[in-house]
């Protein structure tokens, strides 16, 4: 055992694969719920998309969270995984008529509605099947985060969420349809957040639009704020559970709720990164003219992060205790951009030495690819070896 990694276990086992600390994530949720439950009215749904492995989300469903879905087989994955209907919210910018279905037949708790076409369509589908169907409208706050481009998603440039200006004007359409029961607002504006005061500038702009909704006396029973938290790619073992308190009690400290409001959470990276690795093995210690290399059996297949975000992970020679030397970590992937990190420090790396990509438990295993033709990789939790 090298630091919470079972290395004669892992010697068994193919490479490349994933790694979940099962210990890690229940500190991690058990963390959640004991911020939470100081605050009346929070709810936290799991964001699903950061990671469906199935006895991942089982852990997650049996902590009691509800779930947050994008797809009709998220729904699916998160109720294999024992998360109940009634906790389930799904959202989504182009969500398919056989996935809205889905989502009517099991009685999920809301649909997170993004236009006035879909909110059309959910009427129209619902009834048919003569059923009521709950929505909450996504506006987008024109709320900036400091984070990547790619991942921010409050701003009035992007796809997501109702315009501001047109708010109200929806609200009424949603009110007249016989089969929409409006019961909320949703935001969400953008992903590894660090910065609280991006949070509490989201709390002042829904603010201010409960006081323009309350001129026309309308109140809502759900405000939903999405996720966005981020974790700390630098630190992992120093700092493996984020900062929940801080994260909730910004919100509580400054989003003014209604009595009998419900403030609703869709975290996602925050539950579930810092719990799980990518476990790869050195096929290649190659000398280049200016750089030396670390040729690992995982590629961007595996985990896309760093060529799509160009997104930073700590990177760790599990095998060895030897020297430090400096190493580009590369893939075997026929891209240039199949690297893992540039000018990294190692332990003396040779053939067969285990290397661990860490903070992937979030959209890593979740994201890979069959590009090269590769296989997709395993996940495997603590309980398994």
């Not at 910065?195 to 500038?201: I, K, S, V």
Request: glycine residues 8%; contains cysteine; charged residues 25%.
């Amino acid at each position: 055992m090298k630091g919470r990694f079972p290395i004669s276990k892992f010697q068994e086992i193919e490479t490349p694969f994933y790694y979940y600390d099962t210990d890690l994530l229940r500190d991690t949720l058990r963390a959640i719920n004991q911020e939470v439950a100081k605050h009346e009215g929070f709810v936290v749904h799991y964001a699903i998309k950061a990671n469906a492995n199935p006895k991942v989300l089982n852990i997650i469903a049996q902590a009691g969270l509800g779930a947050d879905c994008v797809s009709g087989g998220e729904i699916k994955a998160s109720l294999s995984a024992g998360f109940s209907p009634r906790k389930i919210v799904y959202a989504g910018v182009g969500k398919a008529d056989w996935e809205i279905n889905l989502g009517l037949d099991k009685d999920i708790s809301c649909f997170n509605v993004e236009s006035t076409a879909e909110l059309e369509v959910i009427n129209e589908l619902a009834d048919r099947r003569g059923k009521i169907a709950r929505v909450a409208l996504r506006i987008n706050p024109d709320v900036g985060a400091h984070t990547h481009s790619n991942i921010t998603t409050g701003l009035a440039e992007n796809k997501f969420g109702i315009a501001m200006r047109d708010m109200e004007s929806v609200i009424e359409i949603a009110t007249e349809m016989a089969n929409i029961q409006l019961i909320g607002l949703h935001f969400h504006i953008g992903s590894q957040i660090l910065n609280m005061g991006d949070f509490a500038a989201l709390c002042n702009r829904v603010n201010d639009l409960q006081r323009q909704l309350e001129r026309r006396k309308i109140m809502l029973e759900n405000i939903n704020v999405g996720g966005g938290l981020g974790i700390d790619y630098t630190h992992p073992n120093r700092v493996s559970i984020p900062d929940f308190k801080s994260y909730f009690d910004t919100y509580a400290r400054l989003l003014h709720l209604r009595e009998g409001q419900k403030l609703h959470f869709e975290l996602g990276r925050a539950v579930v990164a810092q719990c799980g690795s990518l476990i790869t093995r050195t096929l290649y210690v190659k000398q280049g003219a200016v750089k030396q290399f670390a040729i690992v059996d995982a590629g961007m297949t595996d985990l896309i992060r760093p060529a799509l975000y160009q997104a930073y992970h700590k990177i760790e020679n599990i095998s060895s205790d030897g020297p430090k030397a400096t190493y580009d970590v590369v893939g075997p992937i026929c891209e240039s951009s199949d690297v893992f990190g540039k000018s990294v420090d190692l332990n003396e790396t040779k053939r067969g030495d285990l290397i661990a990509i860490r903070s992937a438990g979030a959209y890593g295993e979740i994201m890979a690819s069959q590009y090269n033709c590769r296989r997709l990789p395993t996940g495997y939790i603590t309980e398994d070896l």
